[in-house]
């Protein structure tokens, strides 16, 4: 026979076998293990099937999957109409679950091996790592597999968040029934504090109306002089519920015309001397009425 011809039909025979092994491999990799992201309020609970795509003839498999357990706790472990838990070991301080499960009959496309439940016990975010140990078909031959991880998120909850303090002027006297508005500058919530004789206060939710990091601008006024404060809130603050003794200072003092932070006879001298001439002043005007 021709050696040309010999060598066609070699390269033709290889280019099959090529092929064949290609589409068995890129057959044998289809299958997906993956489980769900999501976000669970705390101290709720959701069920997550365990979800295997594209696979051909599942028979029985072996599957690990690891958590935070300052985070969520696995609950309970159970059958999905697709395939039936033999044994499950769940481990809530180490974040370990392993489980068996199987289908001896087979069963091919998209699957749920098994149903796990989890329970949100802490706020954070934990990654749900699956390791598959052993994925088998109906000859009991193995089943390769990709992994999707999922994840679980737990909001913090909104908490109290407490902020009061006293409004004064510059010489620590004390200024009664101020006006408090307070402005989250990086949502635009705003919000007028309560206030009595010189005291101020409100109640806000941090993980709704605040949150660390964010800055509280804090608008102050008397009528006549006002003051704008920029405030960071903490970690600590909202750990601790709120931001305490937050005194708030105002401009000079009604009647302190000669800025010396005290109300004297020398002032009362100056402010007659301002009326004789017509001369005004905000300061001077103790009452307000121009």
Known sequence: MDKNIVMKIGIKAFSVM???VLLTTAHAVATTVSLADVVLELDDDVILPIMMSDITDYSEGTVNILYDPSIVHVTSVTDSSDSSVVSKNINNATGHVRLLASNLNGVSGDIAFANVEFMAVGPGTTPLTIDVIELC?????????NISDGSITVPQPPKSFLIYG????????????PTVSITNL??????????SGSYYQISLMSGIDLNASEV???????????SITDHTVTDDEVDD???SNHNLTLG???????????????DAAIVLRMAVSGEYSEVADVSRDD
């Open 18 to 20: 090529l092929f064949v």
């Open 137 to 145: 078909d109906t000859s009991y031959d193995d089943i390769s597999a």
């Open 166 to 177: 006293y409004v004064s002027y510059k010489n620590g006297t004390l200024c009664n029934n």
């Open 186 to 195: 990086n949502n635009g919530r705003k919000w007028m504090a309560g206030t």
């Open 216 to 226: 509280l601008r804090f608008d102050v006024t008397d009528g006549v002089y006002f």
């Open 241 to 243: 519920g709120g931001l």
């Open 252 to 266: 000079p003092v009604p009647g302190d015309v000669n800025g010396d932070g005290n109300l004297t006879t020398a």
